[in-house]
T-cell receptor, first 114, second 110 residues
Framework: GAVVSQHPSWVICKSGTSVKIECRSLDFQATTMFWYRQFPKQSLMLMATSNEGSKATYEQGVEKDKFLINHASLTLSTLTVTSAHPEDSSFYIC??????????FGPGTRLLVL | EDQVTQSPEALRLQEGESSSLNCSYTVSGLRGLFWYRQDPGKGPEFLFTLYSAGEEKEKERLKATLTKKESFLHITAPKPEDSATYLCAVLTGSARQLTFGSGTQLTVLP
């Protein structure tokens, strides 16, 4: 149980285009999901908390107009990187909160912006 | 501010050589301490949650323990497939977000 999927697993795009990443909890419902970014050899950096049916909460320094988050159902959250630039290239990981405490992570999405 | 420190940063072991990874924390109101395993290019995989000092949990060759200041992840007779980065994280107060340590990169040589 507690499986989280992400799609796509990797994406290459041109600078200036927008990219949407989906995060799904497959066998449980999650009112709260989280989006992280991870640079090579570093730990996870929380970007935002995604709340079903309400606006996401962004961490300090994360541009909410750049990283659009939609949590439209209890099993799906999406992250859209708008007008992507090379500096947005990274490994993006989502997690879903099962119950009150335990986060289960997706497999991650590697984004490369050319 | 909550702080989580993991040591060592990297650890190389021979197959069968048991050892421990450390996660020390300075937090207010610990609700849970979590251990995850992360393989290169993948998301973290949940291993354990510990809630109170003295608690222990085991899974195959791994055993996690918790005191009031730190947690240990003991690896008994490791195999090469245990090679990964092990992440420690804490949940505190009324927050829903985890605070992560920087991880220990474990390499088990055959």
């Amino acid at each position: 149980g507690a499986v989280v999927s992400q799609h796509p697993s990797w994406v290459i795009c041109k600078s200036g285009t927008s990219v949407k990443i989906e995060c799904r909890s497959l066998d449980f419902q999650a009112t709260t999901m989280f989006w992280y970014r991870q640079f090579p050899k570093q730990s996870l950096m929380l970007m935002a908390t995604s709340n079903e049916g309400s606006k996401a909460t962004y961490e300090q320094g994360v541009e909410k107009d750049k990283f659009l988050i939609n949590h439209a159902s209890l099993t799906l959250s999406t992250l859209t990187v708008t007008s992507a630039h090379p500096e947005d290239s990274s490994f993006y990981i989502c997690s879903a909160l099962a119950g009150e405490e335990t986060q289960y992570f997706g497999p991650g999405t590697r984004l490369l912006v050319l | 501010e909550d702080q989580v420190t993991q040591s060592p940063e990297a650890l190389r072991l021979q197959e069968g050589e048991s050892s421990s990874l450390n996660c020390s924390y300075t937090v207010s109101g610990l609700r849970g301490l979590f251990w995850y395993r992360q393989d290169p290019g993948k998301g973290p995989e949940f291993l354990f949650t510990l809630y109170s000092a003295g608690e222990e949990k085991e899974k195959e060759r791994l055993k996690a323990t918790l005191t009031k200041k730190e947690s240990f992840l003991h690896i008994t007779a490791p195999k090469p497939e245990d090679s990964a980065t092990y992440l420690c994280a804490v949940l505190t107060g009324s927050a829903r977000q985890l605070t992560f340590g920087s991880g220990t990169q474990l390499t088990v040589l055959p």
